[in-house]
C-alpha cells in the first residue's frame, strides 16, 4: 500500500513564523499534492508538482510556497505565518501517467492540523 | 464556486438502510472520483467513473454519472456504522494548462446502529 506520511499531526506557531509542512511518500509517485481543507469550503489545491523541482500553483497559492528537491518529499512553506492560515493541511501524491493523462487516485496522508495564533 | 457540490450536506441514517449522496459540477469532466474521510484523517479514494460510463460497481458502492446533467451519485447499500464518515466528490478536468481534481465540500453520513 501507498504510505504518505505527513511530519506533524498537529502544530502550533505565531503570527508571522515561518512554518515548514513535510510530506514523504514512499511508492515512487511523480505527483505530489498540498490541499487545505476547512469546513463548509472541501479541500482546496494549494500548489501540485510533477515532478522534482517542478511546481505549479493551484487554486489558493498566495502566501504559500514549496520545495520538491527529492521526488519523495514535498515540502509546504508558510512564509510569514497569518491567523487566516489556521487550517487542516493534506497532502496527497498520485502516480504518474502523463501530465494530460487522466488523474490516477491521490493517496493522502492523515492531515497536519495548524494553528496560527 | 466549488466545482463539485454535494448534496446533502448531511444525512442520518439507520444500520441496513440505503445512503445516496449526489455531486454536481459546472464545467466538462474527464473522469469523476469519490473519496471517504473517516473524521480527522486523510482522505480514501473509493471509486472513478470515467466521462463516457454511465455506472459503476465496486461492493456495496454503486455510482452513477450523467453528463447531460453534469451530476453523478454515490449509493451505499445495506450501510453499516463503519460507513460512517464524509464523502467527497472530485471532478478531473482541465484548469488552464493542465489538468486537476477539484473537490466539492463533502456530505457527512452518519450511521446509526
Known amino acids: 500500500d501507498v504510505k504518505v506520511t505527513q511530519s506533524s499531526r498537529y502544530l502550533v506557531k505565531r503570527t508571522g513564523e515561518k512554518v515548514f509542512l513535510e510530506c514523504v511518500q514512499d511508492?515512487?509517485?511523480?505527483?505530489m499534492f498540498w490541499y487545505r481543507q476547512d469546513p463548509g469550503l472541501g479541500l482546496r489545491l494549494i500548489y501540485f508538482s510533477y515532478d522534482v523541482k517542478m511546481k505549479e500553483k493551484g487554486d489558493i497559492p498566495e502566501g504559500y510556497s514549496v520545495s520538491r528537491e527529492k521526488k519523495e518529499r514535498f515540502s509546504l512553506i508558510l512564509e510569514s505565518a497569518s491567523t487566516n492560515q489556521t487550517s487542516m493541511y493534506l497532502c496527497?501524491?498520485?502516480?504518474?501517467?502523463?501530465?494530460?493523462?487522466?488523474?490516477?487516485?491521490?493517496?493522502f496522508g492523515n492531515g497536519t492540523r495548524l494553528t496560527v495564533t | 464556486s466549488q466545482q463539485g457540490e454535494e448534496d446533502p450536506q448531511a444525512l442520518s441514517i439507520q444500520e441496513g438502510e440505503n445512503a445516496t449522496m449526489n455531486c454536481s459540477y459546472k464545467t466538462s469532466i474527464n473522469n469523476l472520483q469519490w473519496y471517504r474521510q473517516n473524521s480527522g484523517r486523510g482522505l480514501v479514494h473509493l471509486i472513478l467513473?470515467?466521462?463516457?460510463?454511465r455506472e459503476k460497481h465496486s461492493g456495496r458502492l454503486r455510482v452513477t454519472l450523467d453528463t447531460s446533467k453534469k451530476s453523478s451519485s454515490l449509493l451505499i447499500t445495506a450501510s453499516r456504522a463503519a460507513d460512517t464518515a464524509s464523502y467527497f466528490c472530485?471532478?478531473?478536468?482541465?484548469?488552464?494548462?493542465?489538468?486537476?481534481?477539484?473537490f466539492g465540500s463533502g456530505t457527512q453520513l452518519t450511521v446509526l446502529p
Open positions: 472530485a471532478t478531473d478536468a482541465f484548469k488552464g494548462s493542465a489538468r486537476q481534481l477539484t
Open positions: 511508492m515512487d509517485h511523480e505527483n
Open positions: 467513473i470515467r466521462s463516457n460510463e
Open positions: 496527497a501524491s498520485s502516480l504518474y501517467s502523463g501530465r494530460w493523462e487522466t488523474n490516477s487516485p491521490l493517496h
